[in-house]
């Protein structure tokens, strides 16, 4: 039985992925803070013919973390696979900036997913066998105007993956890093760039999971975009950040 903890699981992509991971075979250990919509998604996921825990669970909360992985083990055995995706954040506009905001980006972006590499780590180690999932974006290649603190949650993410993945793999331990540019989560009277339609999204993510690639970002127009942003000189970057991606 291979074992699947899927953190920020109640809703968006984390729902989305736990279901696909369970049609695959995985038993699904769902994270959230809402326990409604995790009891809901194990049942839709055990009426599918897979198996499902839900465990309500604050991912900024060491503790809380610890007693919930604790707990997965206990009734669904050793943890193979963490999909870290507990994340996200807001827009901040310069005049609104505040520490407060950045800090809580950082928390449940950054601290939440080293909370949950922390509890299941050790096991992977002493197995030799792992794998741990974490959720980045394409918004950590530059700092994008008005989405500043996300762009540094997500690129702290980027390097924590990197890093580990180096020390893990001759341990036996895959890293992937996922690096999705707009995924369409609920509804919205303006399409951003590209954007992906939610399940088209997570099928992909799922793809790159099963392969345990070392890094996946997509949609393939806007990481050309991004890399043309991400290699361009300073002061073009700040112009064509001012023009196009702006506050208004």
């Known amino acids: 039985m291979f074992v699947t903890l899927v953190t920020g699981a109640s809703s968006g992509i984390g729902r989305s992925l736990a279901r696909r991971l369970a049609k695959q075979g995985d038993f699904i250990v769902a994270l959230a803070r809402r326990m409604d919509l995790l009891q809901s998604l194990v049942a839709e996921i055990q009426a599918a013919g897979g198996r499902a825990l839900a465990l309500q669970c604050d991912v900024t909360d060491r503790d809380q973390v610890l007693r919930a992985c604790a707990e997965a083990v206990r009734s669904a055995g050793p943890i193979d696979r963490l999909v870290a995706n507990a994340g996200g954040g807001e827009r901040m506009k310069v005049n609104d900036f505040n520490a407060g905001g950045v800090a809580q980006m950082l928390a ?141």
């Open 108 to 248: 449940v972006n950054v601290t939440g997913t080293a909370n949950c590499i922390e509890a299941v780590l050790p096991s992977m180690l002493a197995r030799g066998h792992g794998h741990v999932v974490i959720m980045g974006s394409l918004a950590a290649w530059r700092g994008i105007p008005g989405a500043a603190g996300y762009s540094a949650a997500k690129a702290a993410l980027g390097t924590l993956a990197e890093g580990l993945r180096v020390d893990l793999r001759p341990r036996g331990i895959d890293v992937t890093l996922l690096l999705p540019g707009f995924v369409a989560t609920r509804e919205r009277k303006r399409r951003r760039p590209f954007e992906v339609p939610l399940e088209a999204a997570t099928e992909r993510m799922t793809t790159a999971i099963l392969a345990r690639r070392r890094v996946y970002a997509f949609p393939f127009p806007l990481v050309v975009t991004a890399t043309l942003l991400r290699w361009m000189p300073d002061w073009l970057y700040d112009r064509t950040a001012q023009r196009f991606l702006g506050q208004r």
